[in-house]
């Protein structure tokens, strides 16, 4: 028996490095109507849906501006990077029997077409996406979605959310589940003194679950 029998992960920054597609893809977008965003103000709104990131950094149209940014991303597909050992970690879970998902804020269509160039990702077909809840993280909404259609006879005490952002960590703490950071996608100047584990590896995660 293990201690989580449930693993749910973010995607961006967690599973693979998106960052500096999002950004290119943005400031991109924002131009379009003269707008411009630091990289820095960016990134700390990394973890909620690109809707509500157009709208915080001012978009003056936040809808024409998320288009043109989902269409821009996929010029932006070589700059996103899987990270080293998330393969191992999975196949470890699996070896454990823990069961693993994903609840991302990327809309569906988004997901998909992006998956396209990460076969491994795209085999995983339990992901709540933005599309599927009315509130996003850092409310509790989406994690509890999650749990209630993949997992409806597991007890909170028994999952686990593992993200990179502030947005994950209190998503998670919202639903009454435990949070672990994955360190090596997460801004290091965040404070993350809340969260129940700090991940260095992904590899981690599997004496985290044990």
Excluded: C
């Excluded at 973010?10 to 990289?39: F, I």
Aim: aromatic content about 10%; proline content about 5%.
């Amino acid at each position: 028996m293990t201690k989580y029998k449930v693993a749910l992960f973010d995607l961006d920054n967690t599973l693979l490095k998106t960052e500096d597609a999002s950004v290119a893809a943005l400031t991109y977008a924002l131009k379009q109507d003269g707008m411009t965003a630091t990289p820095e103000a960016i990134i700390k709104l990394m973890g909620i849906p690109g809707l509500d990131m157009a709208r915080q950094l001012g978009a003056p149209d936040p809808e024409k501006t998320i288009r043109i940014f989902n269409e821009q991303i996929k010029q932006e597909v070589d700059l996103i990077k899987e990270y080293a050992g998330i393969d191992d970690m999975f196949a470890g879970l699996t070896d454990l029997g823990v069961e693993f998902g994903i609840v991302t804020s990327k809309l569906k269509r988004v997901f998909d077409d992006e998956m396209k160039h990460f076969p491994k990702i795209e085999r995983i077909k339990r992901v709540v996406f933005s599309d599927d809840t009315k509130k996003h993280k850092p409310d509790a909404e989406p994690l509890e979605f999650g749990i209630k259609k993949y997992f409806p006879n597991i007890d909170k005490k028994e999952v686990l959310y593992v993200g990179d952002s502030l947005f994950d960590m209190q998503a998670a703490h919202a639903a009454g589940v435990a949070f672990a950071n994955a360190r090596w996608g997460a801004i290091p100047t965040n404070d993350f003194s809340e969260a129940e584990y700090i991940l260095k590896t992904p590899l981690d995660l599997l004496q985290v679950v044990k």
